[in-house]
């Protein structure tokens, strides 16, 4: 694997509550993505970043921001929790074309 | 913004049958990536097709793009459980980020 890594794996939170998923990388790659899988929908981009704090909205950004202060870490803020956004989280990364995927961060908002 | 279309979304097969799923777009495509998932998993990057009319095969897997690069398909010859998985396209246009299609989920049924 790329050297992606995800934290939490799994989180169960209220909703209303702030949220922060961290997806860290070893690589050293330039541009880093945070999608949301979905049944029926596939992978939707919602934040990404081609660089310290160079950060661009993808198709569903709404209800969440990202910061990227170190090559390494782009984190996922849910400022306020929403039940539906309830998903599974993954972030990737790339250099040239092909993105790698994290592992993965399975949220449930009640 | 682009959008692709993929199908079918479902495929029951019986081990040792080919698979076909097929990946479309109403614009002119610069590159088409294929990804696949396995159940739990995340996504795994396949190969990128650039050039018009283009076949790669890898073993069993054969990816090709359409002359009008507006179209591609992924065909697994003599299906195996290992095949068993979501299987997605992903595109761009220019420089924008990559879109996924809904991805075909393949059954394999031994």
């Known amino acids: 694997d790329a050297g992606i890594t995800q934290s939490p794996r799994h989180k169960v939170t209220e909703t209303g509550t702030p949220v922060t998923l961290r997806c860290h990388q070893t690589e050293n790659h330039r541009y880093m993505y945070w999608y949301r899988q979905d049944p029926g929908h596939g992978l939707r981009l919602i934040h990404y970043s081609y660089g310290v704090k160079d950060t661009d909205k993808g198709e569903v950004s709404d209800g969440y921001s990202v910061s990227r202060s170190k090559t390494e870490d782009f984190l996922l803020t849910l400022e306020s929790a929403t039940s539906s956004q309830t998903s599974v989280y993954f972030c990737a990364i790339s250099e040239r074309y092909e993105q790698y995927f994290g592992p993965g961060t399975r949220l449930t908002v009640t | 913004g682009q959008q692709v279309m993929q199908i079918p979304q479902y495929q029951h097969v019986q081990e040792g049958e080919d698979f076909t799923t097929y990946c479309n777009s109403s614009t002119t495509l610069s590159n088409i990536q294929w990804y696949k998932q396995r159940p739990g998993g995340h996504p795994v990057f396949l190969i990128q097709?650039?050039?018009?009319?283009e076949v790669k095969k890898q073993k069993r897997l054969t990816f090709q793009f359409g002359e009008a690069k507006k179209n591609s398909s992924l065909h697994i010859t003599a299906t195996q459980t290992t095949d068993v998985g979501t299987y997605f396209c992903?595109?761009?246009?220019?420089?924008?980020?990559?879109?996924f299609g809904k991805g075909t989920r393949l059954s394999v049924i031994a």
């Open positions: 097709l650039v050039k018009s009319g």
């Open positions: 992903a595109v761009n246009s220019g420089n924008t980020p990559l879109v």
